[in-house]
């Protein structure tokens, strides 16, 4: 199967996580969740695992171990096959944000897309680091048209991966990169009502649902580590 032309929620997530000049990611956010939760909505939309709905605990049912000719998805879909207990939402959103070279592999299939450029810096002249340049920014004029479209209309019919990257994009510290906070701030409603899957045009119903739940997850895992250590 080949890869798909238009971009994966996970390399949607980079895209917005790289600041466009210098390569780097913003701090603050918590992308590494983000594209964690993506990788689990696309293996949702796809049909590839399900929720199991009769604990209160969420488990992942493995439907199909059918590659999606994505390396990264497919890595973290033989992840699931493999394991020998079904596990929540919230430990595969973690399992799959501690990914070993997460951010460069996400990020250099980018680069293999023609969207980012790969290349090197120093740290205080003394360590080097690799950095993921915009290359060709309208891939990412038309993501962040989708999202403008989204939060700051009216419309009733956003399509289900928009719907899924405002939550994850909302909850992880990203949309504040995106867009003016002021502005953000004026739509809270409107972000709310999409992340709580009331907008959901012709999508099932369930898949969004359970993909409302792993971008909780990606939420809520990092606010935890952050107690633990304060």
Known sequence: MTIQSTLFLHEEVMLLALRDEEGTIASGTMYQYAIGAAILAELLLNQRIALDESRKKKLVNLLSSTPLGEPLIDQCLEKIGNTKRRASLQTWVSRFAGVKNLKHRVAQQLCDRGILRTTEDKILLLFTRKIYPELNPVPERNLIERLRQAIFTDSRDVDPRTVVLVSLTDSTGLLKETFD??????????????????????????????????????????????????
């Open 181 to 230: 906070k002021k502005k953000l701030k004026g739509r809270k409603a409107r972000i709310k009502e999409i992340s709580n899957g009331e907008i959901t045009g012709k999508a099932a119903k369930e898949a969004i649902e359970a993909m409302q739940a792993a971008v909780m997850v990606a939420c809520i895992i990092p606010a935890f580590t952050t107690a633990a250590i304060h």
